[in-house]
């Protein structure tokens, strides 16, 4: 996605047309799917015939209807995600919700697609057993991969490739080894292993980790852990770790993911108010967009969904809203170009669920000095 995004937001082009479409996963709620996207690109015929001429606006429409004339709806998401120009035309489903729109301006409106990736919350999942350990990378809900390598002679090696497997075990049953000095002495030496393992990938791509196993493996882990600084959480009520489905474990973890996030969003919140105090506060959009252009921003917290349509002068730095956003000159999301601005000068953006933002203050800077 960041890719994408860094593609989408080197274009510019007049128009650059982005049209945001709400689709359905699953049957037969996607059967409506054709029907929306009918409706918005005629939206978007209607505004390239008013905006611009006919060679333009034949062009566009062009280009779409190219990209979705063919369009299999059965592979849908949330979102479909049009971004068109006169010369091409690509089409994204994306994994998250957006506002239903189309944009119309000289640059692509990626809020959406930074939103996304300023709430993603990336972690590792470590799935424990007293016979087993797993390594998942996931991303929010999704199951980014699991973590797979092979070693013949693994039980050599201090620091084993993921999944590994407990070959220090004695003999006799699970239930007579339970509790005894002797299966303390293997599960503890079989986690410092894992745990070597795990701290070799995270020394390399540090990521808060989530554990999931039952209480008394994980205790046994904790207890052996070099980096417990590292552990986001634990979840000790999920089945079939060894060998169950990974995408299901990662379902198992998103409260303690959510909670991730919530915490961010009270950083932020409470950045925002010792900042107040010391003056460092910008709330007009002309103020903030004036500092975001000096790159005199630290954090830019957004309600999200806001969006203020307005002329923008690059040169003097000045905005203007406007009541129309189809008047010429008129950028049809404001906000959209001080995100990016903020962006590119390294500050940082926090897209704020709706109502845990005032809506009478939609928009606070953060500044530097």
């Known amino acids: 996605m960041k890719a994408v995004l860094k593609q989408l937001r080197q274009t510019q082009a007049n128009p650059a047309v982005s049209v945001f479409v709400k689709t359905h996963r699953t049957h037969p709620d996607n059967e409506q799917d054709p029907i929306a996207l009918k409706n918005q690109l005629k939206v978007v015929e209607d505004r390239v015939t008013e905006e611009y001429d006919k060679r333009t606006a034949d062009a566009i429409m062009e280009k779409i209807t190219e990209q979705t004339d063919e369009l299999d709806h059965n592979y849908n998401l949330d979102v479909l995600a049009i971004f068109a120009t006169e010369s091409e035309a690509e089409v994204l489903r994306l994994p998250f919700t957006a506002k239903e729109r189309v944009i119309i301006g000289n640059k692509f409106a990626t809020r959406d697609l930074m939103r996304n990736l300023s709430e993603a919350v990336n972690y590792y999942v470590l799935a424990i057993t007293s016979e087993s350990a797993r390594l998942l990378v996931g991303t929010n809900d999704v199951l980014v991969k699991e973590v797979v390598g092979s070693s013949p002679r693994q039980e050599h090696h201090d620091e084993l490739p993921f999944p590994i497997t407990n070959t220090t075990l004695p003999s006799g049953s699970k239930a007579d080894r339970t509790g005894s000095s002797d299966d303390h002495s293997y599960l503890k030496e079989f986690m410092n292993r894992v745990d070597k393992s ?14 999931v196993g039952d209480s008394r493996t994980l205790g046994f882990y904790e207890q052996v852990c070099d980096n417990p600084s590292a552990i986001l959480g634990k979840v000790d009520n999920l089945a079939n770790l060894k060998d169950g489905n990974a995408q299901d474990i990662i379902d198992g973890v998103q409260e303690l993911v959510e909670k991730q996030r919530q ?29 975001a252009i000096e790159g005199n921003a630290v954090t830019l917290l957004v309600r999200q969904g806001h969006s203020v349509p307005a002329t923008i002068d690059e040169q003097n730095a000045t905005l203007l809203v406007a009541d129309n956003a189809r008047d010429e ?41």
Do not use: W
């Not at 795990?198 to 554990?211: F, G, H, M």
């Open 198 to 211: 795990l701290q070799r990938i995270y020394n390399a791509s540090p990521l808060p980790v989530i554990l």
């Open 263 to 291: 915490s961010r969003y009270e950083t932020a919140k409470g950045d925002l108010e010792k900042a107040r105090n010391e003056k460092m506060v910008r709330t007009d959009l002309q103020q903030i967009y004036r500092s």
């Open 329 to 369: 000159g008129v950028n049809d999301d404001a906000v959209a170009e001080i995100i990016e601005l903020v962006d590119h000068h390294g500050g940082e953006v926090v897209f704020v669920p709706q109502d845990q933002m005032d809506e009478k203050e939609p928009i606070a800077l953060i500044t530097r000095y």
